[in-house]
């Protein structure tokens, strides 16, 4: 009988031991659940990582250097006559191209299919283009043209020049410290010195190369020399 109670009190303490060691090895899966707390804190680390990335995108601040490239290219303005609507449909397309305000130079009084008679010397348009200080009278103003930074003038070719009311419109504003850029059209003319007394009156600014379009250059023609001009 001894033997036996000797033995069930072994088997007892070796039970005893192996419950024991069951609870010791409840620890790791506590530590496991510690762990996937671990996991967690990286996944927010990870979280936080692209945060700048996405911040980055979205934060206003971002923006801040495209703004100023528009703020130093400043805006722009497409100012033409047309008497004829020919340059016109080239200060539309120009316009359409650059994001530029469009402005019509339109004369007090407006010409006539008679006035445009170049074969009559009499005409209104032969009378002005043969007196230099002649200068026609406008209708209307640019609205705050201190926002405009550059400008483009166009105009058709009179007599190889631009018509007188050019003149006026460019006697009429400061220009000083703004880039002026010219553009004209005509049947068969060529740019050549066109803008010579425009360049006098604004001699304050800076001028570029203008440029002669036919009535029916295409928007492609005329976005290909605007945008070779290197103006933002």
Same mark, same amino acid.
């Given at each position: 009988?001894?033997?036996?109670?000797?033995?069930?009190?072994?088997?007892?303490?070796?039970?005893?031991?192996?419950?024991?060691?069951?609870?010791?090895?409840? $620890?790791? !899966?506590e530590?496991g659940?510690?762990? *996937? @707390?671990?996991?967690? #804190?990286?996944? &927010? +680390? /990870?979280?936080?990582g692209?945060?700048? $990335?996405? !911040?980055?995108?979205?934060?206003?601040? *971002? @923006?801040?250097?495209? #703004?100023?490239? &528009? +703020? /130093?290219g400043?805006?722009?303005?497409?100012?033409?006559?047309?008497?004829?609507?020919?340059?016109?449909?080239?200060?539309?397309?120009?316009? &359409?191209?650059?994001?530029?305000?469009?402005?019509?130079?339109?004369?007090?009084?407006?010409?006539?299919?008679?006035?445009?008679?170049?074969?009559?010397?009499?005409?209104?348009?032969?009378?002005?283009?043969?007196?230099?200080?002649?200068?026609?009278?406008?209708?209307?103003?640019?609205?705050?043209?201190?926002?405009?930074?550059?400008?483009?003038?166009?105009?058709?070719?009179?007599?190889?020049?631009?018509p007188?009311?050019?003149?006026?419109?460019?006697?009429?504003?400061?220009?000083?410290?703004?880039?002026?850029?010219?553009?004209?059209?005509?049947?068969?003319?060529?740019?050549?010195?066109?803008?010579?007394a425009?360049?006098?009156?604004?001699?304050?600014?800076?001028?570029?190369?203008?440029?002669?379009?036919?009535?029916?250059?295409?928007a492609?023609?005329?976005?290909?020399?605007?945008?070779?001009?290197?103006?933002?």
């Amino acid at each position: 009988m001894k033997m036996k109670r000797i033995v069930s009190i072994i088997l007892a303490l070796a039970m005893a031991l192996s419950l024991a060691a069951c609870a010791g090895g409840s $620890e790791p !899966t506590e530590n496991g659940g510690n762990t *996937g @707390s671990t996991q967690s #804190t990286s996944s &927010d +680390a /990870e979280t936080e990582g692209k945060r700048p $990335e996405n !911040t980055e995108r979205s934060d206003p601040e *971002g @923006s801040v250097p495209e #703004t100023d490239g &528009d +703020a /130093e290219g400043g805006k722009i303005l497409v100012a033409y006559f047309s008497a004829t609507n020919n340059t016109e449909g080239i200060a539309q397309k120009l316009a &359409d191209g650059l994001g530029a305000d469009l402005y019509e130079i339109i004369p007090e009084v407006p010409y006539t299919t008679e006035d445009l008679d170049y074969g009559n010397s009499n005409s209104r348009s032969s009378v002005e283009m043969d007196d230099p200080s002649a200068r026609p009278a406008l209708s209307g103003s640019v609205e705050n043209m201190d926002q405009y930074d550059v400008v483009f003038i166009g105009y058709p070719i009179w007599w190889g020049e631009a018509p007188r009311i050019m003149s006026t419109f460019i006697e009429s504003y400061d220009f000083s410290g703004k880039t002026l850029v010219a553009f004209c059209t005509s049947a068969s003319s060529g740019f050549g010195g066109s803008d010579n007394a425009l360049r006098s009156a604004a001699s304050g600014a800076t001028w570029l190369k203008g440029q002669r379009f036919s009535a029916g250059a295409s928007a492609e023609d005329v976005m290909a020399w605007a945008n070779g001009l290197g103006i933002k």
